[in-house]
């Protein structure tokens, strides 16, 4: 599956913004599909990740309680709604799928990427 993020801006702390990654196709139901995240001279990190079939979520503790994934079947979309925006989210936004669980957090664990979208978070 090809994947195509959107949806980064630039916005204030406390604020929110919503991101979404297309897919090419259907995923198949044994697809995981998940959200990185690289800030400037670090490392990629795993964020929140969602089961294409039966809709399992894992999220990184960091984000818990302020970011939200969904999966919308019909328009093939994943979104990550971010609320409560911190200047620490401040990185480029990955998403990236799998087939299998989505209880995995490495980034060479997941075969398709798209590019990545810039979310800057001013305090």
């Known amino acids: 599956v090809q994947l195509q993020a959107s949806g980064g801006g630039l916005v204030q702390a406390g604020d929110s913004l919503r991101l979404s990654c297309a897919a090419s196709?259907?995923?198949?139901?044994?697809?995981?599909i998940a959200w990185f995240r690289q800030a400037p001279g670090k490392e990629r990190n795993f964020v929140v990740s969602?089961?294409?079939?039966?809709?399992?979520?894992s999220y990184a503790d960091s984000v818990k309680g302020r970011f939200t994934i969904s999966s919308d079947k019909a328009q093939n979309t994943v979104s990550l709604q971010m609320n409560t925006l911190k200047p620490e989210d401040t990185a480029v936004y990955f998403c990236?799928?799998?087939?299998?669980?989505?209880?995995?957090?490495?980034?060479?664990?997941?075969?398709?990427w798209g590019q990545g979208t810039l979310v800057t978070v001013s305090s």
């Open positions: 196709g259907r995923p198949f139901s044994s697809t995981s």
């Open positions: 990236a799928a799998r087939t299998g669980s989505p209880y995995v957090y490495h980034m060479q664990d997941y075969s398709s």
């Open positions: 969602v089961n294409w079939g039966d809709g399992r979520t």
